[in-house]
């Protein structure tokens, strides 16, 4: 990733590897909505951390993409999940 000087938006040489930070409540609902999200594609879903209180779970995803358009659209289906609460 590059950033470019005239606009500050960074510029992504694809196919990359592409990392997500996935939390919510539900380990295996959430897992379920990523394996559709990366659907077709080669990734590695690891267990990261729980809140203090439990109640939180979260998961790094690393997903191989082949251009902006699959970034965008695996971002998308994660994010509108009722079992997602953030991804960053």
């Known amino acids: 990733m590059i950033l470019n000087s005239d606009s500050q938006k960074p510029e992504i040489e694809y196919p990359c590897e592409w990392s997500y930070k996935v939390i919510g409540e539900n ?3 959430m897992i ?21 209180k439990g109640k939180y779970k979260s998961l790094n995803l690393k997903v191989y993409v082949e251009d902006e358009t699959a970034r ?13 609460k953030i991804v960053f």
């Not at 695996?74 to 999940?81: A, F, N, P, Q």
């Open 27 to 29: 380990v295996n609902e």
């Open 72 to 84: 965008n659209l695996v971002y998308g289906i994660l994010i509108k999940s009722e079992h997602i």
């Open 32 to 52: 379920a909505v990523i394996e559709k999200a990366a659907d077709g594609m080669k990734y590695d879903l690891q267990a990261s951390n729980i809140s203090k």
